[in-house]
């Protein structure tokens, strides 16, 4: 089958290169997916460089996220043959979702709503799993609190903004530049704060009146980060994604103590087939009621991925791109 191979450690464009692979067998607990579309984000470009915290043996296939039918199974995974399905790839152990083919973890594979498009559906899983695990299991989210949302205009943070809306946040989004800024208000943000214009810790103080952030959604780390902790409200939470700017934050323990903030880890993977499939529910019903969707903002061709992921290593892009060759 045809698939992308990272095949040297670099920038995309010269780590990735296309090749001619045997079709992969489903180990006991995975299935085999035809995919029709994958979203590409990041980590993809992390995984390129050797700095993503899973590091397959070259050469493997990338690609976190896809859409597709289920065309084997393991002897314990759950999902019917024949299912269409949106899933995390096992993209860990190096059979991701820029191939013709790919597996996933049946654990992590959970059934794509009819009415839901193929590209839209391979971008649903990780965005909003994460957002959903971050915000309601582990930020324990309250109506009307001041949520900011870091990274705001990306893969990760469209979803936070629109989940912490649906649940009665007032979302305070931090992007750069006005482009991203626009997309943010579109999505629903009630203040954007342009990280290029404004100083974090100064717009979310004026933005909350005084009072600071209840809840911080953390996908960027460094600097971000660093300025968000700086404006907390008493008894926040900082909510740890991930390291977009290429590293975490890791605060002085006195400051933490002294403004009773909690740094909290969030990690989907963590959690069992029987809560994410509830999640996956609860966030398709939410879908249903169009109070979120998955903000494709570019489809790209098979041939097109290095492209793409250099638009992604060089910060041009927004919400989600996906690899889709129907229209
Ligand atoms: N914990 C989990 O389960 C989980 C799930 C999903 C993602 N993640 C992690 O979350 C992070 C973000 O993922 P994503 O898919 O949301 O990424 P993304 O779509 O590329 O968005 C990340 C945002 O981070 C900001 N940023 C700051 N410094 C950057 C830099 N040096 N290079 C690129 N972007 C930078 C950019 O915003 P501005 O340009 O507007 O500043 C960008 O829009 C990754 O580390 C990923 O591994 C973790």
């Known amino acids: 089958m045809k698939a992308w191979q990272i095949q040297q450690l670099g920038e995309p464009a010269e780590a990735i290169a296309l090749a001619d692979v045997p ?4 180990a006991d607990a ?3 997916i035809a995919v029709d579309a994958t979203a590409i984000s990041l980590p993809d470009v992390f995984m ?5 915290a899973f590091r397959p043996e070259l050469p493997f296939i990338p690609g976190q996220e896809v859409s597709g039918v289920v065309v084997a199974a393991g002897k314990d995974a759950k999902t019917p043959v024949g299912e269409r399905v949106m899933a995390v790839t096992s993209f ?15 654990i992590a594979t959970h059934l794509a709503p009819k009415e839901m498009d193929h590209a839209e559906a391979a971008c649903f899983s990780i965005s909003y799993q994460t957002a959903y695990i971050g915000l309601v299991t582990r930020g324990e989210i309250k109506p009307e609190e001041n949520l900011v949302v870091l990274g705001a205009a990306g ?4 979803a936070a903004i629109q989940l912490g809306c649906a649940l009665g946040a007032r979302v305070i989004a931090v992007a750069a530049g006005e482009e991203k800024a626009a997309l943010c208000r579109e999505l629903g943000a009630d203040t954007v704060i342009d990280h290029t214009q404004v100083e974090i810790t100064e717009g979310i103080k004026e933005a909350t009146h005084g009072q600071g952030a209840d809840l911080v959604y953390d996908p960027v780390g460094g600097d ?3 300025a968000a902790s700086l404006a907390m409200a008493s008894g926040g939470r900082i909510l740890i994604i991930g390291y977009a700017s290429g590293s975490y934050y890791d605060p002085p323990t006195a400051h933490l103590i002294m403004n009773n903030t909690s740094m909290v880890g969030v990690y989907v993977g963590a959690y069992s087939k029987p809560y994410t499939s509830e999640v996956s529910e609860a966030l398709v019903a ?3 009621d169009k109070k979120i969707r998955s903000v494709v903002t570019k489809r790209v061709n098979f041939e097109d991925v290095p492209t793409a992921l250099e638009d992604i290593a060089n910060r041009r892009a927004t919400g989600k791109i996906v690899v889709c060759d129907e229209p």
Do not use: I, M, N
């Not at 190096?94 to 049946?106: M, V």
């Not at 893969?155 to 469209?158: E, K, M, Q």
């Open 224 to 226: 971000a980060c660093k």
């Open 23 to 26: 079709v992969p067998e489903p």
């Open 92 to 106: 860990f152990r190096g059979h991701g979702g820029l191939a013709e083919q790919a597996l996933a973890l049946d």
């Open 286 to 288: 939410l879908w249903r």
């Open 155 to 158: 893969g990760t943070g469209t």
């Open 48 to 52: 390129c460089r050797g700095t993503y």
């Open 30 to 32: 995975e299935v085999r």
